[in-house]
């Protein structure tokens, strides 16, 4: 099986910000309460975890594919690559105010 890349994590978080797919909360706090810190969301089986700093969308710390494929930060160490940044500015605004909604 291919590793999980940062493309095709980038795919889902397009994805959710073009409501194509569903995504949830999956830890206690809201955004807004979290403030600085690993913000966890299911989606259609998807595992991610993102950093919220400071209110505001950060990076990518990890993912995880429904057949237990993995991607994390530290990967960008070997291709340089976070999926928050290859999503265009405005898919990144939409995806942070969709994160702040849940």
């Not at 530290?74 to 939409?94: C, K, M, N, R, W």
């Amino acid at each position: 099986m291919p590793p999980l890349t940062a493309q095709d994590v980038c795919q889902v978080l397009k994805d959710i910000t073009l409501k194509r797919r569903t995504m949830k909360r999956a830890c206690a706090q809201s955004w807004d309460e979290i403030f600085a810190g690993l913000f966890h969301i299911e989606v259609e089986g998807w595992h991610l975890v993102i950093f919220n700093d400071c209110g505001e969308l950060d990076y990518c710390d990890e993912c995880i594919s429904p057949d237990g494929r993995r991607w994390s930060f530290e990967s960008v160490v070997h291709d340089g690559l976070d999926p928050i940044f290859l999503l265009s500015t405005q898919e990144q605004a939409v995806l942070e105010r969709l994160l702040q909604q849940l």
